[in-house]
């Protein structure tokens, strides 16, 4: 996978650096100039793969994040079933495949791990290391505390459910309340004239229209 981004990394800088260069001939410009913006559009180029790999690792823990709390309410149902840890995040890896697959393709790395002989607290710090995400980070470290201590995983489990819930409704308000603040630029510049075109322009007219007919006036 490294070996394909950087190798679409250089392919962007050709063929965009290509694409500058065949512009800057065509429309002529002067020899310096031409190579300083084939330059940049080559190095532009360069960097639009990591833009797009910034958005794709946001996108993805976005997806996480959001996925935690009903994940974690599904763990604590296998776990107070009966299950293991390890089988309940098998179990659960399984069962949230359509519903949130990124995070349930992590629950099966962490499976596949522990499976492979690697320690659980190993294959935990794994996956928050894969994700980077601090709501993995308290979960891995609160999981880890319960074994340590012998305290109820279900209960701690579903405190961090109950916990990451809430700050995800939180986050929603936020973003809601966000959205006013995001709507008077539109409103402002493409809303706003249009009403007052409606509601001005008759009248407009009609004193233009009773101007040209007094004499003196215009």
Do not use: C
């Not at 690792?57 to 994940?71: C, M, S, V, Y």
């Not at 309940?88 to 495949?97: L, N």
């Not at 008077?184 to 233009?208: E, S, T």
Request: glycine share 8%; aromatic share 4%; net charge positive.
């Amino acid at each position: 996978v490294m070996t394909t981004f950087l190798a679409s990394k250089t392919m962007m800088a050709v063929l965009v650096g290509i694409a500058a260069a065949a512009y800057v001939w065509a429309k002529g410009t002067h020899l310096e100039n031409a190579i300083g913006i084939t330059m940049i559009a080559a190095g532009l180029g360069f960097l639009a793969p990591n833009l797009w790999l910034s958005s794709a690792i946001a996108k993805r823990g976005e997806k996480i994040r959001n996925g935690l709390p009903d994940t974690l309410d599904m763990i604590v149902i296998s776990v107070e079933s009966g299950l293991g840890l390890d089988a309940a995040f098998q179990r659960v890896g399984d069962e949230m495949k359509k519903v949130h697959p990124v995070l349930a393709e992590e629950l099966q790395l962490v499976t596949l791990e522990s499976q492979m002989g690697i320690p659980r607290a190993e294959a935990l710090g794994n996956l928050s290391t894969r994700t980077g995400l601090d709501e993995v980070r308290s979960l891995v470290a609160m999981i880890n505390q319960t074994e340590r201590f012998g305290t109820s995983i279900a209960k701690a489990l579903r405190n961090q459910s109950d916990a990451l819930r809430v700050k995800r409704r939180q986050a929603a308000e936020e973003r809601a309340q966000k959205t006013t603040v995001k709507l008077m630029a539109p409103l402002i510049l493409f809303i706003f004239p249009a009403i007052l075109v409606v509601l001005a322009g008759p009248a407009a007219l009609k004193m233009i229209e009773a101007l040209s007919k007094t004499p003196g006036l215009l």
